[in-house]
């Protein structure tokens, strides 16, 4: 699959660092946009529903950030993609490997590929690019 818009929704700036060095490494030409919580990607989202080439083909979603968590991303997420003229493809990448969160996950099997956990790899995003 071809990603054109990636957007990295996650307040951690080293994570955004790191996905940056990542995709330089393995020779994935995307510049990924950043966001430092759930309601940015959002309103994002929001404002571009008519503009299919503004819209992220691909989300690195973040759990835990404050203003909106990934979890409430998701549940705003559920009810606008009705609206969306494409499929997005939704990734969590978290530190979190409690039981709890991957089992919510579970949730939103609709909404999700995939549960990844950090750090990311050069590998993982070489598959996921690659594919």
Do not use: C
């Not at 990295?8 to 966001?35: A, E, G, M, R």
């Amino acid at each position: 699959m071809k990603f054109n818009n990636v957007f990295v929704v996650d307040d951690d700036k080293i994570f955004h660092f790191i996905v940056k060095k990542l995709f330089l490494s393995n020779n994935i030409s995307i510049t990924p946009t950043f966001y430092e919580n759930g309601l940015e990607a959002l309103n994002k989202i929001k404002e571009n529903l008519n503009s299919a080439d503004k819209l992220p083909d691909l989300i690195l979603l973040d759990i835990n950030m404050p203003v909106l968590d990934g979890w409430q991303f998701l549940e705003e997420y559920k009810e606008l993609k009705e609206k969306l003229p494409q499929d997005i493809l939704i990734y969590i990448v978290s530190s979190s490997d409690n039981s709890y969160d991957r089992s919510k996950a579970k949730d939103f099997n609709e909404e999700i590929k995939d549960y990844w956990l950090k750090p990311l790899s050069g590998e993982l995003l070489k598959t996921l690019f690659a594919s």
